[in-house]
């Protein structure tokens, strides 16, 4: 399996998504996401789909699990989608919780 990144910068967490997140990775992420979100001070999540190219219902079923938990003390950001992502956000409402921001660097 392909290795997820996570990284904290600026109070966010920034989560580089895998090629294909699918149902094993939506599980790596849900666990290392709630993980960070139980140790760490966050205002939100970043998630980067630099390097996505599928994501199916489990990669939205992560997405929204992780938003029910950050709501009241931060933010989800979608990063580097690319226009098939793009599609499967707008399609399944994920860009009603969270926005997408492309300006938003956190040093490569």
Do not use: C
Not at 5 to 15: D, F, G, I, P, S
Not at 49 to 75: C, H, L, P, W, Y
Request: overall charge neutral.
């Amino acid at each position: 399996m392909e290795e997820i990144l996570y990284q904290v910068k600026e109070n966010m967490l920034v989560v580089r998504l895998p090629k294909e997140f699918d149902h094993h990775s939506a599980k790596q992420v849900t666990e290392q996401t709630d993980w960070y979100l139980v140790s760490t001070p966050l205002e939100g999540i970043v998630f980067d789909f630099q390097n996505t190219e599928f994501m199916d219902s489990s990669g939205v079923g992560a997405i929204i699990g992780r938003f029910k938990r950050i709501k009241t003390k931060g933010k989800l950001i979608a990063r580097n989608v690319s226009p098939t992502i793009e599609r499967i956000l707008l399609i399944s409402g994920l860009y009603k919780i969270m926005e997408k921001d492309e300006d938003w660097n956190y040093g490569k």
